[in-house]
Each structure stands twice: as C-alpha cells, then as structure tokens.
C-alpha cells in the first residue's frame, strides 16, 4: 500500500533550530547546574535564574516535553542524562561545546547560505577579525575550555579507539593535535604496556600535562611541542589524528598524512577519526552536515568517506586500509604501512 506523502519531516527539521536554541538557552542561563542542587518550583527557578514571568513556564514546560527535564508535582528536576552532561560542575559536563555553539556557530549558520553562494567562511575572520585559533591561543583560561570542550565530544570514539584497536602488538604511540590529551590517556589506560605522547602547539603543554598527572599517566605519556606545518611528527609504533584532517584544504591533509607515514615504521598504523561519511554520502548526515560547518569556520576544511581518506593513505604508501565504525557518527580509517 502506497503510504501518503506527509511534509512532517520537512516542517520537524525547517523548525528544528527552536528545540536546538531552547537547549542552548537553557545551558547558557546554567539551568540544569542549577538543577543539580536539587528539584526547584517554577518561582523558585524563575527567580534563581533571573527568568521573566511571560514564558518562564513554557520555557521549563517545553523542555519537559523535548525530554531534558523532568516535573513532579509542580517541580521541575534534571534527567539522569542532563544532570550528568550538564551540571557544569561535573567534569562528564559536555556542555562546553554546546555553549561554544550558542554562542558562535548559531549565529554564524545563519550565513549559511551567502557560504554556499561564495565557498567563504561566516565566522569571526569574515569581517577581518581574529581566526578561532588565534583568539583562543591568546587567552589560556579560554583555551582550557576549549580543549575540555573537545575531550566532551571526543570521549565515546577515544574509549572505542582504546578497546577496538589491536594494540597488543603496539609499544609507542603520538596523538596529534592532541588538545587536553583525552584520546592519549585512553588508550593509555586500557593499554599499561604502552608508552606515548601528545602532540600539539607548545600553548597546550600546561593543560595537557596536568590532565596526565590527574589520571597517573604522567610517566607514560608526554607532550612534544611542534607545528605540524613546520616539523615533523616524533616517530611512534601508531600515530593517531582525531578531528584534526576535516580542518585543512586537500594539499594540507595529504601533507599530514604523509607526515605520518614518515613517522611510522614498517608495519605501523596511522589512525584517523571523525564522523567520516559514508561511502555513498547518503547516510551520515551528521558527517555531511560537519562538512558544511567546515565551510563555515575554514578557507578550506571538509569532511571525507573512508573510501577517499583510503585512497589518500594509499597514495602516500600506506599498503593496507580499512575503515572502522567506532560509536554515533564516528568512525576510524586505519592505514598500515
Ligand atoms: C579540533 S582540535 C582536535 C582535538 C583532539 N584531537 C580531539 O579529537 O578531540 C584540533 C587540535 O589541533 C591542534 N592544532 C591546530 N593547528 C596545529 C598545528 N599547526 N600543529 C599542531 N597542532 C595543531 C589544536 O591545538 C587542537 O588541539
């Protein structure tokens, strides 16, 4: 039986930025760390929070009914998931990059369409100000944020690198562009037999020794300062990049992974992961709309199948291939020289 054509779909994702903003409203006003306290009445929170009376209730209501809160007998309560991932006073807090969302890429999506027109970046550099990186590298207290921000959405693939990789084989490793070192303590951990190091901009040194030091890996994993466009990459039994090719233009990501066969011995691996997109583009969405957040933020970053990031691997030499699910939109692209 034919079905009939609905425009559900169309209208639930033409909306979808009112759920989305909603959540991110309710991040930026520390909502659910103030939820973590304890269940609170809507005058209670209203005040708390500092909320006008028009729309505090359909404002608490509406994440009630999009599962972020929960309300019992007129008092409203976190989710398991919101009081874990949201309470900024928790380090499994996630919140950071969402609040780097609200209050960057929000409004830098809305140029959206002027990028598709031009092929431009709609972020801070459009209007001659400083790129992210310059911004962030200046100011350490903003750089910590950024890098824990990295370790909330890098987690679930690390812990999969970790566990999914034959490391028994393995004795060294070097993340690359290794922000606060997440990926590295993983497989470190689930690893006792390894040894390793973080590689990454000398800024980055102080935040990722001290996360070392805060999980006993301080004798086991280093950190090497370097540019990856000025130096090679130290040598390691396996080099790993995680959300660190997606950045650069085509001339760029070759260069790095030629850098990282250059590293490698006969018979080591190089490990490249993001959301790499299906190989017929038409099932991670999540990968693909990345991409477009690429064209947003970078002169000349996208996203990649495993099928291309294969064919680089072994265009730079790499003699086996194969690419990997890790967890959610994630997966690996694994390259043995
Ligand atoms: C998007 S973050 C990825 C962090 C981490 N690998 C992850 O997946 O969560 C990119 C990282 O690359 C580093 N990076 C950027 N340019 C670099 C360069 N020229 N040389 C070395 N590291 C660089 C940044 O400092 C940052 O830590």
């Not at 009081?83 to 890429?105: H, Q, T």
């Not at 824990?148 to 993340?175: C, E, H, K, Y």
């Not at 030499?317 to 043995?336: A, N, Q």
Request: aromatic residues 10%.
């Amino acid at each position: 039986m034919q079905t009939q054509p609905s425009p559900d779909a169309i209208l639930r994702t033409g909306l979808a930025f009112w759920a989305s903003k909603t959540l991110l409203s309710a991040i930026e006003l520390g909502l659910f760390t103030e939820l973590a306290n304890g269940p609170a009445g809507l005058d209670e929170l209203r005040a708390r929070l500092g909320l006008h009376e028009r729309s505090a209730r359909d404002f608490l209501d509406a994440l009630v009914a999009l599962g972020f809160l929960r309300r019992a007998e007129g008092r409203y309560a976190n989710t398991p998931e919101t009081d874990l991932f949201l309470d900024r006073n928790k380090p499994s807090y996630v919140g950071g990059i969402l609040e780097m969302a609200n209050a960057r890429l929000y409004p830098f999506w809305d140029g959206l369409t002027e990028a598709l027109l031009t092929g431009l970046p709609q972020n801070e550099t459009k209007h001659g100000g400083p790129n992210l990186f310059d911004t962030l590298y200046a100011d350490p207290a903003r750089l910590k944020q950024f890098l824990a921000a990295m370790t909330g959405i890098s987690r679930g693939a690390n812990l999969a690198i970790a566990r999914q990789f034959p490391w028994q084989d393995r004795r060294s490793f070097v993340d690359v562009g290794t922000a606060q070192g997440d990926l590295a303590a993983q497989v470190a951990l689930a690893n006792p037999h390894l040894r390793g190091s973080g590689f990454d901009l000398p800024e980055v040194r102080p935040i990722f020794e001290d996360y070392m030091r805060a999980n006993g890996l301080a004798d086991r994993v280093g950190f090497v300062a370097g540019n990856f466009f000025d130096d090679d990459l130290p040598a390691a039994d396996v080099v790993m990049m995680g959300h660190i090719l997606h950045d650069w233009d085509l001339p760029t990501k070759r260069m790095l992974i030629g850098k990282a066969y250059a590293a490698l011995p006969e018979g080591g691996a190089l490990i490249v992961y993001e959301s790499i997109i299906d190989d017929d583009r038409s099932r991670n969405a999540f990968g693909l709309l990345m991409s477009l957040n690429m064209l947003i933020e970078t002169p000349g970053g996208f996203d990649y199948t495993g099928a291309d990031c294969q064919g680089w691997m072994r265009e730079a030499g790499f003699r086996r291939t194969y690419t990997e699910h890790l967890v959610g939109p994630d997966s690996m692209v694994v390259g043995i020289k």
